[in-house]
């Protein structure tokens, strides 16, 4: 049992030797300011503004260590990779919208029920107070009628007759909103369908490029 404990802490003590050896035996090598190729068993002092080469005993290039930043241009690096990484996410995030609207929509019929069927909904609210509106109407008419046994004087209207026209009067606008909101609804989700379907136009035609026509025509050779 020593003799395995002795052996295992031999072995990690020759991994780690054998590692700091070849970290010791790399060469640096760079080109300074002023054109001189330096080279040294560390990492050179000269070059700490430039790229520097770690060699191999045998000269193979092992790996190469950046430039030192400054302060400003550790700020301005970070605020570059920064910006890099929101890119990358929204470039991942419109493929994400891209993939989940082909499997919403994978045919333009698919696209054009959709539309239809949220356009009918609008229309169906609109008929709705389209029809209120005709109601109202008409009940302003009876309402009209009974006002005019006081033309001659306003002044005898009762308050009940008062407040049910200003009643009318009010739910006649409020249905006159609802109209004019809903047609700009409909505007609105035409104009959204119309986009969502320029792009699926382009995701479509990537997903299912022509296939290249094969000739089989005959060609007449003249003498």
């Known amino acids: 049992?020593?003799?395995?404990?002795?052996?295992?802490?031999?072995?990690?003590?020759?991994?780690?030797?054998?590692?700091?050896?070849?970290?010791?035996?790399?060469?640096?090598?760079?080109?300074?300011?002023?054109?001189?190729?330096?080279?040294?068993?560390?990492?050179?002092?000269?070059?700490?503004?430039?790229?520097?080469?770690?060699?191999s005993p045998s000269g193979?290039?092992?790996?190469?260590i950046g430039p030192s930043l400054t302060a400003h241009e550790e700020a301005a690096q970070h605020?570059?990779?920064?910006?890099?990484?929101?890119q990358r996410a929204r470039q991942a995030e419109d493929r994400r919208r891209?993939?989940?609207?082909?499997?919403?929509?994978?045919?333009?019929?698919v696209h054009d029920r959709e539309r239809a069927a949220a356009l009918l909904q609008i229309d169906e609210v609109i008929k709705a107070s389209s029809k209120r509106q005709g109601e109202l109407g008409n009940q302003r008419k009876s309402l009209g009628g009974?006002?005019?046994?006081?033309?001659?004087?306003?002044?005898r209207v009762p308050a009940s007759l008062k407040r049910r026209l200003e009643e009318n009067d009010g739910s006649a606008a409020v249905q006159q909103r609802l109209i004019a909101d809903q047609e700009q609804e409909k505007k609105r989700v035409n104009q959204r369908f119309d986009e969502e379907l320029a792009k699926?136009?382009?995701?479509?035609?990537?997903?299912n490029p022509p296939t290249p026509a094969v000739g089989g025509g005959s060609r007449t050779v003249r003498n």
């Open 1 to 55: 049992m020593r003799l395995s404990s002795l052996l295992t802490s031999g072995l990690a003590g020759l991994a780690f030797f054998l590692g700091s050896a070849a970290e010791a035996h790399e060469i640096y090598s760079c080109v300074d300011a002023k054109g001189r190729t330096l080279t040294a068993d560390r990492p050179i002092a000269e070059c700490t503004d430039r790229t520097q080469r770690a060699l």
């Open 60 to 64: 193979t290039v092992k790996r190469q």
């Open 98 to 109: 891209d993939k989940a609207l082909l499997l919403r929509y994978p045919t333009l019929a």
């Open 146 to 155: 009974e006002l005019e046994f006081y033309v001659k004087d306003p002044s």
């Open 200 to 207: 699926l136009r382009q995701l479509w035609a990537l997903a």
């Open 79 to 86: 605020e570059k990779d920064r910006r890099a990484a929101e």
